[in-house]
């Protein structure tokens, strides 16, 4: 069985920073996207970063340089390290693992296994 436990999230103040990790259990394969979406209250989750085969990264538009993730093998921890944070950045951001390959890292239905989420809440 498949868990995913995510920690990190708290209060920061705008342009502080903030690192998030993702412990998993039960990952078999390291060849399969592991990636991180966010949903912020009222709104859609969306993407904002995944890692795939051979440790490839993709980013949504929005990152501006400002995450990056990383994937620790081979427990296949991940993590989000997030710097120059903006209240927009404040959302639920949740852990997702996909257990094949998969056509594009931003949907959400490609990922099968998904955390509880951890909170980042960014202020003025």
């Known amino acids: 069985q498949v868990q995913l436990v995510e920690s990190g999230g708290g209060s920061v103040q705008a342009g502080g920073s903030l690192k998030l990790s993702c412990v998993s259990s039960?990952?078999?394969?390291?060849?399969?996207?592991m990636g991180w979406f966010r949903q912020a209250p009222g709104k859609e989750r969306e993407p904002v970063a995944a890692?795939?085969?051979?440790?490839?990264?993709r980013y949504a538009d929005f990152m501006q340089g400002r995450f990056k993730i990383i994937r620790e093998y081979p427990m296949n921890t991940l993590r989000l390290e997030m710097k120059s944070l903006e209240e927009e950045d404040t959302a639920t951001y949740y852990c997702?693992?996909?257990?094949?390959?998969?056509?594009?890292?931003?949907?959400?239905?490609?990922?099968?296994?998904w955390g509880q989420g951890t909170q980042v809440t960014v202020s003025s």
């Open positions: 890692i795939c085969f051979a440790g490839s990264t």
């Open positions: 997702a693992a996909a257990d094949r390959d998969i056509p594009t890292w931003t949907k959400m239905s490609a990922y099968k296994y």
């Open positions: 039960g990952l078999t394969d390291d060849r399969y996207c």
